[in-house]
């Protein structure tokens, strides 16, 4: 089994700034891909950043947000500048772990709160 973990969501004002965190821990062979989703109320989860080795970006938050990895800690972040109020949701931590070789799962984080507003 793998967890996910995450840290670092809060309020913050409009034009600040976030890091989130996500540490994975469990039984990981290698993770090929750990990525970020966010949820707004009455919304759809959607793609915020992902890192397989390149990076991916959705247009909204191009830019402002920063996605990277500790390979070593089996650890992502999320660095999040000049935050608007559009970016409020719920954020997740996703990632694709091989528990072997041959077989690998997605598994998701529990989910942090992150609110812009003044």
């Known amino acids: 089994q793998v967890q996910l973990v995450e840290s670092g969501g809060g309020l913050v004002q409009p034009g600040g700034s976030l890091r989130l965190s996500c540490a994975a821990s469990?039984?990981?062979?290698?993770?090929?891909?750990m990525g970020w989703y966010r949820q707004a109320p009455g919304k759809q989860r959607e793609l915020v950043a992902t890192s397989d080795g390149s990076t991916n970006y959705a247009d909204s938050v191009k830019g402002r947000f920063t996605i990277s990895r500790d390979n070593a800690k089996n650890t992502a972040y999320l660095q999040m500048n000049s935050l608007k109020p559009e970016d409020t949701a719920v954020y997740y931590c996703?990632?694709?772990?091989?528990?072997?070789?041959?077989?690998?799962?997605?598994?998701w984080g529990q989910g942090t709160q992150v609110t812009v507003s003044s």
């Open positions: 996703n990632a694709r772990v091989r528990v072997s070789p041959s077989t690998s799962y997605t598994y």
């Open positions: 469990g039984s990981i062979f290698s993770i090929a891909t």
